[in-house]
């Protein structure tokens, strides 16, 4: 059997993703003023997904300052969007700023209020829905995303090592028409950087 790398985290953080000024801006930002955003790992590997699962409509639950909006919307194929919703104003109306100067003002929508009420008011389809927000609110999320994801699309979770998303990940790990899979990661600039994913295919 083949030994293991040394220090893995220490190696593995060797590979972080290069990115632009802007998100360059944007990280050192979150760190400034303790805004949680996924990083760049991370935000490439929702770009990868995203690319690879041909979303043209992708939903967005919590926007921060944009930064993960941004690896969504450069995957998108010509005429697609993401439609991304924050409970903060002030919040908001930075992320669009951030949109705009990432040349993707088109491809962005945000939506204000809380992201339970939004989407019970949606009927879209989407692709690909990213969910981010509160820990506690990711159970009652999952009946909305079920609703509005296409069969066929996929749910991503951040931040399922949360003890507030517990119960979240044992629905849909339990719940028919799923095909699941829990990721303990290392993650380097994430927010926290040990935590977990969880990728869910709607397949019924």
């Known amino acids: 059997m083949s030994m293991m790398i040394p220090d893995l985290e220490k190696y593995f953080s060797g590979f972080i993703p290069p990115r632009d000024a802007l998100l360059l801006e944007l990280e050192e930002e979150a760190a400034r ?8 790992v991370v935000g490439e590997l929702l770009h990868i997904l995203a690319r690879l699962a041909g979303a043209k409509n992708i939903l967005e639950l919590g926007t921060a300052s944009g930064y993960s909006a941004i690896h969504l919307a450069r995957a998108l194929p010509p005429g697609g969007k993401v439609i991304t919703l924050e409970l903060h104003e002030a919040m908001a109306e930075r992320a669009k700023d951030n949109f705009a100067r990432a040349g993707l003002a088109g491809s962005i929508e945000v939506r204000v209020g809380q992201a339970l009420d939004l989407m019970a008011a949606m009927t ?11 820990k506690e609110s ?34 849909i790990f339990s719940r028919s028409g799923w ?26």
Do not use: M, Q
């Not at 990711?138 to 507030?164: Q, S, T």
């Not at 303990?184 to 019924?204: C, I, M, T, Y």
């Open 179 to 204: 095909r699941v899979v829990h990721l303990l990661a290392w993650l380097p600039r994430h927010s926290p950087e040990k935590d977990g994913l969880s990728l869910a295919l709607r397949v019924e």
């Open 124 to 134: 879209d389809t989407f692709d690909l829905i990213f969910l981010d927000i509160d």
């Open 138 to 171: 990711y159970l009652p999320a999952f009946e909305h995303c079920r609703r509005l994801l296409k069969v066929g699309g996929l749910l991503i979770a951040d931040n399922v090592g949360f003890a507030g998303a517990a119960s979240f990940n044992r629905e």
């Open 33 to 40: 003023e303790s805004i949680p955003i996924v990083g760049p």
